[in-house]
Protein backbone atom coordinates (compact mmCIF):
# COMPACT_ATOMS: atom_id res chain seq x y z
CA UNK A 1 0.00 0.00 0.00
CA UNK A 2 1.23 3.59 -0.79
CA UNK A 3 0.02 6.89 0.64
CA UNK A 4 0.67 9.84 -1.40
CA UNK A 5 -0.15 13.31 0.22
CA UNK A 6 -0.02 16.79 -1.18
CA UNK A 7 0.09 20.34 0.25
CA UNK A 8 0.56 23.64 -1.22
CA UNK A 9 -1.89 24.57 -3.40
CA UNK A 10 -4.01 27.98 -2.79
CA UNK A 11 -5.17 31.34 -4.41
CA UNK A 12 -2.00 32.68 -5.93
CA UNK A 13 -2.27 36.23 -8.54
CA UNK A 14 -1.48 35.77 -12.06
CA UNK A 15 2.41 35.77 -12.67
CA UNK A 16 3.15 34.42 -9.20
CA UNK A 17 4.44 31.23 -7.67
CA UNK A 18 3.41 28.09 -5.76
CA UNK A 19 5.39 25.14 -4.80
CA UNK A 20 3.48 21.46 -4.25
CA UNK A 21 4.85 18.64 -2.18
CA UNK A 22 3.76 15.11 -2.48
CA UNK A 23 4.94 13.41 0.57
CA UNK A 24 4.80 9.33 -0.03
CA UNK A 25 5.05 6.77 2.43
CA UNK A 26 4.44 3.00 2.93
CA UNK A 27 5.76 0.79 -0.10
CA UNK A 28 8.80 2.26 -1.57
CA UNK A 29 9.33 2.61 -5.30
CA UNK A 30 12.61 3.96 -5.34
CA UNK A 31 12.86 2.26 -9.75
CA UNK A 32 9.40 4.10 -10.41
CA UNK A 33 8.10 7.21 -11.38
CA UNK A 34 5.99 10.04 -9.83
CA UNK A 35 3.76 12.41 -11.73
CA UNK A 36 1.68 15.51 -11.62
CA UNK A 37 -1.65 15.23 -13.04
CA UNK A 38 -4.49 18.32 -12.56
CA UNK A 39 -7.92 18.36 -13.77
CA UNK A 40 -9.53 21.53 -14.03
CA UNK A 41 -13.37 22.72 -13.66
CA UNK A 42 -15.22 20.06 -16.43
CA UNK A 43 -12.33 19.30 -18.18
CA UNK A 44 -10.59 15.81 -18.06
CA UNK A 45 -7.88 15.11 -15.81
CA UNK A 46 -4.49 16.24 -17.76
CA UNK A 47 -0.62 14.76 -17.42
CA UNK A 48 1.57 17.85 -16.13
CA UNK A 49 5.13 16.74 -15.06
CA UNK A 50 6.58 13.41 -14.07
CA UNK A 51 9.98 12.21 -12.87
CA UNK A 52 12.24 9.26 -12.06
CA UNK A 53 12.63 8.33 -8.33
CA UNK A 54 16.10 6.37 -9.52
CA UNK A 55 18.12 8.82 -11.78
CA UNK A 56 15.95 11.81 -11.49
CA UNK A 57 14.53 11.87 -15.06
CA UNK A 58 11.99 14.60 -15.97
CA UNK A 59 8.89 14.87 -18.30
CA UNK A 60 6.81 17.46 -18.86
CA UNK A 61 3.49 18.72 -20.74
CA UNK A 62 4.20 21.21 -23.44
CA UNK A 63 1.64 23.75 -21.55
CA UNK A 64 3.82 24.08 -18.26
CA UNK A 65 7.46 22.91 -19.85
CA UNK A 66 9.91 26.13 -18.95
CA UNK A 67 7.34 27.44 -16.15
CA UNK A 68 6.74 24.18 -14.15
CA UNK A 69 10.08 22.08 -12.15
CA UNK A 70 9.56 18.82 -10.64
CA UNK A 71 12.39 17.58 -8.14
CA UNK A 72 12.66 14.92 -5.53
CA UNK A 73 14.21 14.31 -2.21
CA UNK A 74 14.51 10.51 -2.38
CA UNK A 75 15.75 11.01 1.67
CA UNK A 76 11.99 12.43 2.36
CA UNK A 77 9.88 10.56 0.14
CA UNK A 78 8.92 13.67 -1.36
CA UNK A 79 8.39 15.02 -5.16
CA UNK A 80 7.96 18.51 -5.53
CA UNK A 81 6.28 20.61 -8.55
CA UNK A 82 7.69 24.13 -8.34
CA UNK A 83 5.19 26.23 -10.54
CA UNK A 84 6.48 29.61 -11.78
CA UNK A 85 4.57 32.74 -13.98
CA UNK A 86 0.82 30.85 -13.38
CA UNK A 87 -1.86 31.65 -15.82
CA UNK A 88 -5.57 31.71 -14.85
CA UNK A 89 -5.86 28.37 -17.35
CA UNK A 90 -3.85 26.52 -14.23
CA UNK A 91 -6.64 26.69 -11.99
CA UNK A 92 -6.78 23.08 -11.03
CA UNK A 93 -6.72 20.42 -8.46
CA UNK A 94 -3.37 19.12 -8.43
CA UNK A 95 -3.14 15.45 -7.74
CA UNK A 96 0.29 13.02 -7.30
CA UNK A 97 0.05 9.85 -8.07
CA UNK A 98 2.73 6.98 -7.94
CA UNK A 99 3.92 4.47 -8.62
CA UNK A 100 4.27 4.33 -12.45
CA UNK A 101 5.98 3.80 -15.33
CA UNK A 102 8.78 5.34 -16.34
CA UNK A 103 8.17 8.94 -16.91
CA UNK A 104 5.08 8.25 -18.20
CA UNK A 105 2.28 10.10 -18.79
CA UNK A 106 -0.87 8.53 -19.15
CA UNK A 107 -2.95 8.53 -15.76
CA UNK A 108 -3.89 4.59 -15.87
CA UNK A 109 -0.08 3.87 -15.56
CA UNK A 110 -0.29 4.59 -12.27
CA UNK A 111 -1.14 2.69 -9.15
CA UNK A 112 -2.11 5.05 -6.38
CA UNK A 113 -3.35 8.83 -6.33
CA UNK A 114 -3.31 11.37 -3.63
CA UNK A 115 -6.87 13.51 -2.67
CA UNK A 116 -5.25 16.23 -4.08
CA UNK A 117 -4.59 20.06 -3.66
CA UNK A 118 -6.80 23.07 -5.07
CA UNK A 119 -4.53 25.51 -7.14
CA UNK A 120 -6.35 28.99 -7.85
CA UNK A 121 -5.03 31.41 -10.29
CA UNK A 122 -7.13 34.93 -10.07
CA UNK A 123 -6.52 38.62 -9.68
Known amino acids: QVQLVESGGGLVQPGGSLRLSCAAS????????LGWFRRAPGKDRDFVAA????????YYADSVRGRFTISRDNAKNTVYLQMNSLKPEDTAVYYC????????????????WGQGTQVTVSS
Open 97 to 112: AGPGRYLSSRPDEYDY
Open 26 to 33: GRTFTRYA
Open 51 to 58: ISWSDGGT
